[in-house]
């Protein structure tokens, strides 16, 4: 499930259902009814932010990326033409939009399958990032390499935010070799470091280098990047664990007594089977997150501070997280 978002009054979210595949949904505040909201579910696409950004995946025609505004498209691109031939949304996606400058963001990576039937991910060479108008699909900016911006929890990524031009950059060696059958995935990396950027023009504007990942998986390690508010990122460093400033980049020794928010995926089996090209029969799973209050070595303990706005979606007064119960409300 996508992040719960405030929509005309209603919440938004996407989700899988077995009826309309990936579609946008809303739920009635009031009465808790969920129906697919029409603006978001384009025949053959799936949301890839916000924006109305999505991906069109036909099985005669290369993906497209396209900008839905309505039940129109205000523009659509081949994918292959912002990045480049050999790109899909499959490996290691992620877009964001910073409508007031009428930009987008989107990383994307390749894959290849070896002999053992894995398939590996480049975050190294074989990734890209690119910034393009918002308004025309046109591409402004390219940079080639492991640039990655999905290292940072996504739940605290807000339009504007100073967490949104955060960036994780990968060393060329850098892989990550997904199991399909055991649902695992193992990091391998010489070296990996935080960055600020600027979306206009994909500049660097400043670096912090972070502990080696290698052996992990990407969920574990990136679960080592904490946030303790729009100011401060909780992470591991050579030298320990530290804070960083996302607009400055200075760093700092994490204080011990620092409460930040940890997350934890919720995983659910589906009645779903889907045939793979070798025959195979895969079961998928649908995950979603909890979010609790933690210390930065990852202790849970009570919340001593407001819940952040961007923990969930706040509609009519009433204040809705993911837990592991489901969906719940705070009246505020």
Sequence with gaps: ??????????????????SAGSAGLRMNIHTGTISIDPARSAINSRPIGDNGLISIQNPSTPEQIARQVGNGLLWKEPLSDLFGPGYGTDYGWRFQTFPPAHLAVGSVGQASADAASRTVVHLG???????????????????????????????????????????????????????RTKMTDILTAASVSLEGFDPRTGKTTWSVALSDPSGSSY????????????QTLVVNSPKGQITVNPVTGQTAAA?????????AQITTAIARADT????????????????HTCT???????????????????????HLI??????????Q
């Design 219 to 230: 969920e574990s390690w990136a679960s080592t990047i904490k946030v303790a508010g729009d």
């Design 255 to 263: 204080p011990t007594t620092l409460q930040v928010i940890c997350t």
């Design 322 to 331: 993911v837990t592991p119960a489901g969906l719940q409300g705070y009246r």
């Design 1 to 18: 499930m996508d992040r719960l978002q405030e929509c005309a009054g209603q919440v938004c979210f996407t989700a899988d259902s077995s």
């Design 296 to 318: 930065t070595a990852g202790r849970p303990i009570a919340p001593t501070t407001a819940w952040p706005s961007w923990a969930g979606a706040v509609v009519g007064h009433v």
């Design 276 to 291: 793979e090209i070798n025959g195979t029969i895969r079961n998928y799973y649908v995950t979603g997150d909890s979010m």
């Design 125 to 179: 060479q074989g990734a890209e990032m690119v910034g393009f108008n918002l308004t025309t699909g046109a591409r402004l900016w390219r940079q080639a390499g492991g640039i990655d911006n999905a290292c940072i929890p996504d739940q605290a990524i807000t339009e504007d935010s100073a967490l949104s031009t955060v960036r994780c950059r990968w060393s060329a060696t850098s892989t990550v070799t997904l199991n």
